[in-house]
């Protein structure tokens, strides 16, 4: 084995750890998020009865099966995503590493998938997806949309598109994010005015989000994988009977999970439909 592999295997491993620890403080936030979507951080602790979690407890991934898996004060189970989320933050971190290097692509990346995780867990555990990230979050993709095109800087998920007019604009990803952000907000925007109530506007802001993301027109695959994600869950719970046909079930998890596929393998999937057609 070379030098150099030693050192990125080496440099992998602390991804992989500063995954683990940003997972940690994932959940920590993702605790911190009560019912009604405020913020109220504080010392990790036990959702049911406020004990303090000891620090032995707080290690990523160990420090849940330290803990026997429940609280140490009234015994209730602690949630089964702390690890989960831990063991995916460190593997997609040490991921991205391995096939971006240390890039500012990377950095981006590193910057999307927390915001996408944290939504995720949020909306999973209490059906909703907090302000205090969508909306922050909304002029950050936009930023980097237009800081990237500034300095020419060319996203492995970016399209551009010859010829003149109306696609000649959609050279520069500035214009490609923000077209990418108008197209999924009035897409989901449709649809929950057609569902009357079946989701929400938390959801007409996380797809405008992933449109500033992905841009145009890629933010029609992170749709559409969002929505075959979602009919695929939703259809497999109602067979188990885990869910009964008329219970809710929050879309912004699957929103989440569509982003980031189509922030890794986006193109290669369009790429992969046009040759069907």
């Not at 036990?46 to 707080?58: D, E, H």
């Not at 290097?101 to 949020?122: A, D, P, Q, R």
């Not at 999973?124 to 800087?153: R, W």
Request: glycine fraction near 12%.
């Amino acid at each position: 084995m070379s030098a150099d592999s030693i050192f990125s295997a080496l440099i992998a491993c602390l991804f992989l750890l500063l995954g683990l620890v940003w997972g940690a403080v994932l959940n920590w936030f993702a605790g911190s998020v009560t019912e009604e979507g405020e913020l109220r951080p504080g010392p990790p602790s036990c959702s049911k009865c406020g004990v303090k979690r000891p620090a032995k407890t707080l290690v990523p991934l160990l420090g849940y099966f330290m803990a026997g898996r429940r609280c140490q004060g009234c015994r209730e189970a602690i949630p089964a995503r702390a690890p989960v989320v831990e063991a995916v933050t460190g593997m997609l971190f040490a991921a991205l590493y391995l096939n971006y290097g240390l890039s500012w692509t990377l950095l981006i990346l590193l910057i999307y998938s927390t915001v996408l995780i944290t939504l995720f867990v949020t909306d999973l555990e209490h059906f909703i997806l907090p302000n205090v990230v969508t909306y922050p979050s909304l002029p950050l993709a936009a930023l980097v949309a237009l800081a990237v095109t500034l300095a020419h800087y060319r996203l492995p998920w970016a399209l551009f598109f010859s010829g003149s007019g109306f696609m000649a604009l959609l050279n520069n990803f500035f214009l490609c994010a923000l077209v990418g952000g108008l197209c999924g907000a009035l897409l989901l925007f449709m649809v929950v005015v057609l569902s009357k109530g079946g989701m929400g506007m938390g959801d007409v802001v996380l797809a405008g989000l992933l449109g500033l993301m992905v841009g145009f027109p890629l933010v029609f695959i992170a749709l559409f994988l969002s929505i075959l994600a979602g009919g695929i869950i939703a259809a497999a719970l109602l067979i188990s009977g885990r869910k009964k046909r008329r219970e809710m079930l929050p879309f912004g998890p699957f929103l989440c999970i569509g982003g980031i596929v189509t922030l890794l393998w986006g193109r290669e999937i369009l790429g992969w439909y046009l040759g069907l057609i």
